[in-house]
């Protein structure tokens, strides 16, 4: 009886507005934590990398504080969110990140996503549907 109410509580949300949010809030999700990445390959400032993205500063800067705004609510590296700036915080989270095995990284990134896109939205979903929402953004990220 579970799965049949998981079921009936998906179907509308997989076939009227899951692309949707998938392309307004998931992809764009992905593409900060895209960054994120870069910023960690690449040694680079990840507030440029935002601002090169976004064609503003203000708009990286929402952005920056959407990123913010995850780290809490995921609660990873606790003592970087003692940092007077959002610059700081950044900063002492991707040393965090960097130390972290590629794996723990790989989860880290699916949950900086979830958390992104949850945050954009302001819709009322729950952290398992997020997860899956990420998943198939990935999905076709990868396949485009």
């Given at each position: 009886m579970k799965f049949l109410a998981f079921i009936y509580r998906w179907l509308?949300?997989?076939?009227r507005s899951a692309q949707k949010f998938i392309n307004d809030y998931i992809l764009p999700a992905i593409?900060?934590?895209?960054?994120i990445k870069t910023a960690l390959a690449e040694n680079t400032d990840f507030k440029k990398l935002l601002v090169e993205i976004y064609g503003d500063e203000n708009a990286a800067d929402a952005a920056l504080d959407y990123?913010?705004?995850a780290i809490k609510k995921l609660d990873i590296g606790r003592e970087c969110l003692k940092k007077e700036t959002p610059i700081e915080i950044?900063?002492?989270?991707?040393?965090?990140l960097k130390k972290q095995p590629k794996t723990v990284q790989?989860?880290?990134?699916?949950?900086?996503?979830?958390?992104i896109a949850k945050a954009t939205s302001n819709e009322s979903i729950t952290d398992h549907?997020?997860?899956?929402?990420?998943n198939i953004g990935y999905?076709?990220?990868q396949s485009a």
């Open positions: 509308p949300v997989l076939f593409g900060i934590v895209d960054a990123v913010i705004a950044i900063n002492c989270f991707l040393a965090h790989k989860g880290i990134y699916a949950q900086l996503a979830a958390q549907e997020l997860n899956t929402l990420v999905s076709i990220k």
